[in-house]
């Protein structure tokens, strides 16, 4: 039925009393029934494009988009839902970025769960906010239960505890806040101790942050935040896999404690976002104990592995962290956003509690009030922690677990295939579901290296014009690359070997377009 259809249940506009102020769209007992239709329509709407989706992407530019967009007036409201849903089809649903289909190769994105996104549409309805109890009772203890069963799987112990984050980013800002106070405490009490009184601004320039050359750059915008700067940051060798080498973490943790600086944490990466790398967590953490450091663990793409059937293993130290991220969002297959940060000891979560007598006062936390703002950097907070809840209660952890064990086989394939194909060149065998590789010409054509950057670069940008395939890149050692980020089980080995060959053919015809003017420059060389 349209839009247009009333029902005696499904009032019009005009029959109820402040239309025209928008109180018809408001969602409520009288309007269920709309709520429902226009719901089931726009979901009708999306199911129909992705069944008849070919490709990833269509190939749209800025430029042609753009101006489409910037003529909608939005002072003239279309005032028909169906109308709304017609004009979105053209301004975003067709030329969206599908990451469901088996050819999108690019980021961290993964297709996700239909329980997920049942999930999403009953919280988007209720729109709980995940502050306080009065406001989330229900929600609160679901998003507790949650925080628990991943942190057994983790293996953080009892008195581990977390909170929902808005993604990864969010995750490792909080675990860097947490360090942060953490370290000025300790430093504070040591002091103390010997009857001297430090203020927290004479400590924050002698904190350091230790983390791989492979880690994610939101540590850099963390010390920033906290006040530190991006030099507080110090980047710490890879071995050939991309892997942090824990003979020159030492080192530095050695040179940091000669001269009296403190490191606050050392951030090891469980899954790198260029390498998918898993940092030696043991190693790791024994030195991290050593040295009495925190240890961070950047999960957010590896926890995958936590539901794993086969590979939990590729964890193992990382129930010694003091601090995890995980993105459900990633491999969990869950709609964005659902993401969390987990501590071994509550208590720590502390430093980030402010009461607010309007809010969660003081006397709510002596009441035992769950107030799960009393954990988190943000206020009004969504439910996502219903999309991961109804994955496990339908589908299960080891079901989820197995879809991703398959991106991982996948990729270890598509290794193999790039490990024996002469025109690309492969850094590193993946542990996880990344596979960073280079077109190269054919044996004897020795081409400037910065050409070769270029036809790569080239035939990243033309297959994404083309719409058949979507593929990222990346820089290593200075020189332009190709990625794919595999986190689709409908991706097939043959999906793989199409793309490569499209890749191929584009980097091809780029060299062959400049092979005179490389050849003049060759010979005024």
């Not at 753009?66 to 409201?77: G, H, Q």
């Not at 729109?127 to 983790?154: K, Y």
């Not at 962290?321 to 509550?346: C, E, I, N």
Request: glycine share 6%; aromatic share 6%; charged share 25%.
């Amino acid at each position: 039925m349209s839009f247009l259809a009333q029902t005696a249940e499904d009032p019009s506009p005009e029959s109820i009393p402040g239309a025209a102020d928008g109180r018809a769209h408001l969602f409520n007992d009288r309007t269920a029934e709309r709520y429902r239709r226009t719901v089931t329509d726009g979901v009708g709407l999306v199911a129909s494009t992705v069944a008849r989706t070919e490709r990833p992407f269509t190939g749209v530019s800025p430029a042609e988009l753009a101006p489409e967009i910037s003529a909608i007036d939005l002072e003239r409201p279309l005032g028909d839902p169906g109308e709304a849903l017609k004009e979105l089809k053209d301004v975003y649903l067709k030329d969206a970025v599908y990451f469901h289909h088996p050819r999108y190769l690019a980021h961290l994105n993964c297709p996700v769960v239909i329980p997920a996104l049942l999930g999403e549409a009953v919280l988007s309805a209720v729109n709980s906010s995940l502050d306080t109890w009065d406001q989330s009772a229900g929600g609160t203890l679901i998003e507790r239960r949650l925080i628990e069963w991943t942190a057994d799987r983790v293996g953080l112990g009892e008195a581990a505890d977390g909170i929902f984050t808005s993604g990864g980013t969010q995750s490792n800002l909080h675990a860097m806040l947490l360090a942060r106070d953490e370290a000025c405490t300790l430093v504070e009490k040591e002091n103390a101790a010997t009857g001297k009184t430090v203020a927290k601004s004479e400590i924050l320039p002698r904190l350091r942050i230790l983390t791989s050359q492979a880690g994610h750059f939101s540590i850099q915008k963390a010390a920033a935040v906290l006040g530190l700067g991006y030099e507080a940051v110090i980047p710490v060798a890879c071995d050939q896999d991309r892997r942090m080498r824990t003979v020159a973490l030492a080192r530095e943790l050695d040179r940091c404690r000669r001269e009296n600086l403190v490191v606050m944490a050392v951030v090891a990466t469980a899954g790198t976002t260029d390498f998918g790398t898993i940092d030696p967590l043991p190693e790791i953490a024994q030195l991290c104990a050593r040295y009495d450091s925190w240890l961070h663990v950047d999960a957010a793409y590896g926890c995958g592995l936590l539901v794993s059937p086969t590979r939990r293993h590729l964890l193992d130290g990382i129930e010694r962290a003091d601090s995890v991220t995980v993105d459900y969002h990633k491999s969990f297959f869950q709609p964005v956003s659902s993401s969390a940060v987990l501590v071994r000891d509550r208590a720590t979560l502390s430093h980030a509690t402010y009461h607010a007598d309007y809010l969660n006062p003081a006397r709510s936390a002596k009441k035992l009030i769950p107030n799960q703002v009393d954990k988190s950097l943000q206020t009004t907070r969504r439910f996502d922690a219903l999309k991961l809840w109804l994955t496990l209660r339908i589908m299960g952890a080891d079901a989820v677990g197995a879809l991703f064990d398959e991106v991982v086989d996948r990729a270890a394939e598509a290794w193999s295939l790039l490990d024996t194909d002469p025109r690309y060149e492969v850094v590193t065998e993946p542990q996880l579901s990344t596979l960073v590789f280079r077109y190269v010409p054919p044996p004897g054509d020795d081409r400037d290296p910065a050409l070769v950057d270029r036809a790569n670069l080239h035939a990243r940008e033309a297959l994404a014009a083309s719409g058949e395939a979507v593929v990222a890149g990346t820089v290593v050692d200075g020189r332009h690359y190709l990625k794919f980020t595999l986190l689709n089980p409908e991706t097939s080995l043959s999906d793989i070997a199409c793309v490569l060959d499209l890749l191929a053919e584009h980097a091809g015809q780029y060299l062959a377009l400049h092979i005179e003017p490389e050849l003049s420059h060759s010979g005024a060389g």
